[in-house]
C-alpha cells in the first residue's frame, strides 16, 4: 500500500520561508508523476508544483519564482521549498503520487482529481 506523509508546515510571517516534505514509498518506482497541491478555506484544491514522469517540472504561475519543487530518490523524498510566501499562500498543502495517463495525444500526468495516492495534508499559514 502506498503512503505518503507530508511534513514542514507552520505558521509564518509574510516574507518568510518554509520547507515542506513527502515520504512516500512510491518514489523507488521512476515512473510516476508526483507534486504538490494546496486547498485554502472556501476554494478548490489546486496543484501548486509538479515533476512528471521524464523529471520535468511545472508551477502554477502564481508561485513562479518563489515555490521550488525537487525530489531525493535515495531519501524517498519530495520537498517543497517556499520563499517570498504571501498571505495569499495560507492553505492545507498535500503531496499527491500517480502513475502518468496515456491518452490518444501522449503521456501526461493526471488531472488533479484523479491522483490515487495523497498525503494527509500539512497546514501552511502566512500572516500579514
Known amino acids: 500500500q502506498v503512503q505518503l506523509v507530508e511534513s514542514g508546515g507552520g505558521s509564518v510571517q509574510a516574507g518568510g520561508s518554509l520547507r515542506l516534505s513527502c515520504v512516500a514509498s512510491?518514489?523507488?518506482?521512476?515512473?510516476?508523476?508526483t507534486g504538490w497541491f494546496r486547498q485554502a478555506p472556501g476554494k478548490e484544491r489546486e496543484e501548486v508544483a509538479l515533476?512528471?514522469?521524464?523529471?520535468?517540472?511545472r508551477y502554477a504561475d502564481s508561485v513562479k519564482g518563489r515555490f521550488t519543487i525537487s525530489k531525493d530518490n535515495a531519501k524517498n523524498t519530495l520537498y517543497l521549498q517556499m520563499n517570498s510566501l504571501k498571505p495569499e499562500d495560507t492553505a492545507m498543502y498535500y503531496c499527491a503520487a500517480d502513475h502518468p495517463r496515456y491518452y490518444s495525444g501522449g503521456v501526461d500526468c493526471p488531472a488533479e482529481w484523479d491522483y490515487n495516492y495523497w498525503g494527509q495534508g500539512t497546514q501552511v499559514t502566512v500572516s500579514s
Open positions: 512510491i518514489y523507488t518506482d521512476m515512473n510516476y508523476c
Open positions: 515533476i512528471n514522469s521524464d523529471g520535468g517540472n
